[in-house]
């Protein structure tokens, strides 16, 4: 436990110290973000560049921290391997990321970037899912359609954790919550490498929603969001196929299933797969921006960037909470009935921002009605 307290401690303590430097840097070369595109939700300039020290802290953190001084040699050469894809990995969304929020990356670009980082972590480092655990009845999956899956999560999660970057805080408070809770799991677990990874992200995102949450000082960009997404997808994909430790508690050993890795990832999931659909129904390339996002509606409904994140942020520990609570049931009894109640939570920012709508119209009828009075 020391070694992960460490871990998180440095990394928060270097963005919370680096950060500041970075955004006066960031003035200087004029490396920000200027309002006016009527998607944007910011009225003012604002760097784009805080992914650059959420990516340098995390790995700093890791490597710093990392226990060599294990006494099973196969063990040690299990996670050295894996840090080794995992920091390849990095490399190559991180220089992905910065160019396109210096320059801007055609999104075909960042696309096959997405789909190398998939390869490099399924086929290499053969972090994959090989079982679906009896969701659907369904245990053990043949290798081609783990291959499949496992590349798909990959580039989804990727591409979801990008796409929810668009209010201040909202990224990052919710990969924080993902990766504390990812950590604490692990290590309960017994896996302290892999809960290292996830504390070291998480004492990134802490200190950098010191700048992040609203009114935003600076904005992670592509190159944050991006290494969030793909260590929050190979977390997610450890998770499903980890195997506790004998020791663990049986409490703990119940709480490793995939309903309870997707729960801490279900914002990001649910949102993207909400506005693909929406997208497509219309005739609209999914991949096109737009206001439709959950918290674009909660924001329309009149609530501010802070309220709209603290909402999300609720909602994600509370379908964590519903994972947990069905976590002794059957894996499939489990996943209806936590994603009925995540299917409920979406409704609601819709519902209010019909509401909202409503009460606008009415005012209005009201000044119509009342012309001395709107005077």
């Known amino acids: 436990m020391p070694h992960l307290l460490l871990t998180l401690f440095t990394a928060f303590l270097v963005v919370l110290m680096s950060t500041p430097s970075l955004i006066k840097v960031a003035f200087l070369k004029r490396l920000f973000d200027e309002p006016g595109d009527a998607r944007k ?103 081609w359609a783990s291959y499949l899956l496992s590349l798909f999560t990959f580039i989804v999660v990727i591409n979801a954790f990008n796409l929810i970057d668009g209010v201040d805080g909202l990224a990052a408070g919710v990969g924080l919550i993902g990766a504390l809770s990812f950590g604490t799991l692990f290590w309960l677990g017994n896996d302290m490498v892999t809960a290292m990874i996830a504390y070291a992200l998480a004492g990134s995102l802490f200190a950098f929603l010191f700048f992040n949450f609203s009114p935003a000082k600076i904005f992670m960009g592509d190159s944050g969001s991006l290494s969030i997404g793909l260590i929050m997808a190979f977390l997610a994909i450890k998770y499903i196929e980890f195997v506790p ?104 920012p819709w519902l209010i921002k019909k509401v909202s709508r409503n009460r606008n119209a009415a005012a209005g009828k009201t000044r119509e009605l009342n012309p001395m009075e709107a005077a």
């Not at 299933?257 to 497509?280: G, Q």
């Open 41 to 143: 939700l910011h009225k003012r300039v604002v760097p784009t560049i805080g992914g650059v020290i959420i990516f340098a802290a995390t790995l700093f953190a890791f490597s710093l921290w990392f226990p060599y001084d294990q006494p099973s040699h196969e063990v040690l050469s299990r996670w050295v391997r894996e840090f080794q894809f995992i920091v390849a990995s990095l490399l190559i969304l991180f220089f992905v990321g910065i160019k396109d929020d210096i320059i801007g990356t055609a999104a075909i670009k960042k696309l096959g970037a997405h789909v190398i980082v998939a390869l490099i972590i399924v086929i290499m480092a053969d972090e994959r899912i090989k079982s679906l655990h009896g969701l659907f009845g369904v245990n053990e999956i043949p290798l």
């Open 245 to 348: 430790a004998e020791n663990t508690l049986p409490f703990v050993k119940e709480l490793f299933t995939p309903v309870v890795a997707m729960s801490l990832i279900v914002y990001a999931l649910t949102d993207t797969f909400r506005i693909f659909v929406w997208r497509t129904m219309r005739g609209i390339s999914p991949f096109s921006a737009d206001r439709n996002h959950l918290h674009h509606l909660l924001i329309d409904s009149g609530f501010s960037h802070a309220k709209t994140v603290i909402c999300i942020y609720i909602s994600s520990i509370s379908v964590f909470g519903m994972a947990v609570l069905t976590r002794g049931m059957a894996v499939t009894l489990s996943f209806v009935i936590t994603g009925a109640y995540v299917a409920v939570l979406m409704m609601i």
